[in-house]
Nanobody, 118 residues
Framework: QVQLVESGGGLVQAGGSLRLSCAAS??????MGWFRQAPGKEREFVAA???????RYADSVKGRFTISRDNAKNTVYLQMNSLKPEDTAVYYC??????????????WGQGTQVTVSS
């Protein structure tokens, strides 16, 4: 059981940076992920970090985005650099469980808007 609240979204010019935060309450021993959804498009995977601090990224953000977590603050971050207009979307934080086969995300935040202008 966990509640997630995202923050840090906003408007930024192409090439700029933003850092998103996801504050968690309740049990936080989950694999954490970031997803995004643009208007009229399906939600897509962005980045994830597991309990061993191993990370994974979508090809579209590799080298530009960094996911991290601060266990003392029960917070997961998404540092976004070199932002592009195509990064414009609502970004969602999620918590899930890692199985031997895959990750099942059971908890989701409300989302935070990121808009990147040309």
């Amino acid at each position: 059981q966990v509640q997630l609240v995202e923050s840090g979204g906003g408007l930024v010019q192409a090439g700029g940076s933003l850092r998103l935060s996801c504050a968690a309450s309740g049990r936080t021993s989950y694999k954490m992920g970031w997803f995004r959804q643009a208007p009229g498009k399906e939600r897509e995977f962005v980045a994830a970090i597991d309990l061993s601090a191993r990370t994974r990224y979508a090809d579209s953000v590799k080298g530009r985005f960094t996911i991290s977590r601060d266990n003392a603050k029960n917070t997961v971050y998404l540092q976004m650099n070199s932002l592009k207009p195509e990064d414009t979307a609502v970004y969602y934080c999620a918590a899930g469980s890692q199985t031997i086969y895959n990750t099942v995300y059971s908890y989701w935040g409300q989302g935070t808007q990121v808009t990147v202008s040309s």
